[in-house]
């Protein structure tokens, strides 16, 4: 049903039943929370690059290597990647082991 204007109204465009049971109870408890006066802190992303822990710089593939979970940074390391690597096999990283 359009309006004079000619724009839809709201209600009949985004209707109750077009929402997801959760989103419905998400949405009424959060107008609940304001209702009472209870404050919640929006989520702020701290920054839109991964940093490494090691050097504080952007974590890019030319410094930093992965294995197994596991970031060996070439700007910090004292050792090889190959070493590095050796080591991480030793103490039980990498391929499933057969039962």
């Known amino acids: 049903m359009a309006t004079p204007s000619g724009s839809v109204p709201f ?3 985004c209707s109750a039943m077009d929402v997801p049971y959760t989103t419905q109870q998400y949405r009424k408890r959060k107008i609940k929370q304001q209702q009472l006066g209870v404050h919640t802190r929006k989520y702020t992303k701290k920054s839109d690059k991964i940093m490494c822990k090691k050097c504080v710089q952007e974590r890019t593939s030319a410094i930093h290597r992965q294995y197994f979970g596991n970031w060996y940074c070439s700007t910090t390391a004292t050792t090889s990647f190959e070493a590095w690597k050796e080591l991480l096999m030793d103490r039980g990283y ?5 039962e």
């Open 11 to 13: 209600a009949s465009s």
């Open 94 to 98: 990498g391929r499933r082991k057969d």
